[in-house]
């Protein structure tokens, strides 16, 4: 399978496919709202302002699996993002990353690009950057702030 195959339910529970992205550039974050890298939220909506006119798109999964720092609904996951950060780019349904429940994107993601872990999702706020052609580029630990990702954003989007 290929990225462009696979399907997910925006935070609203609309089904989105992710063939609606060919042709961008992707950033992909499991997020949490009540983790220490939370505030990653405003620098993400940060660089999607800057580079969605040049194609980029940011795609945000909210998990609750790392001590349970997004308890909410996902009602409420959206608000907060808006509320506190602004949020413009998209927001999917809250989704485990590890586990035998794995969303099928995150088994994918962690099979292109293997992290320290054996495969596993470290932490919130993993990010996964894909080229215009849906392949994973490269994978971006946690405490990595999306701010440092901008030149290898710039050089897909060229």
């Not at 798109?57 to 907060?80: H, T, Y």
């Not at 490269?138 to 290898?152: E, G, H, M, V």
Request: charge should be positive.
């Amino acid at each position: 399978m290929n990225f462009y195959e696979f399907l997910a339910k925006d935070i609203n529970g609309q089904d989105i496919k992710m063939s609606k992205y060919k042709g961008k550039v992707v950033l992909i974050v499991n997020t949490a709202s009540k983790c220490g890298f939370t505030p990653q939220f405003k620098e993400l909506e940060e660089l999607y302002n800057l580079y969605k006119e040049k194609g980029l798109e940011v795609l945000g999964f909210p998990c609750n699996q790392f001590k349970s720092q997004d308890p909410a609904s996902n009602a409420e996951i959206n608000n907060f993002c808006q509320l506190n950060y602004g949020v413009t780019f998209t927001m999917f349904e809250k989704i485990n990353v590890k586990g035998p429940d794995t969303h099928p994107i995150y088994k994918y993601l962690k099979d292109e690009a293997k992290g320290m872990l054996n495969n596993e999702i470290k932490w919130n706020f993993t990010k996964f950057l894909l080229d215009s052609n849906g392949n994973v580029i490269k994978r971006y630990a946690p405490t990595t702030s999306p701010l440092k990702i901008k030149q290898d954003i710039e050089k897909l989007l060229k």
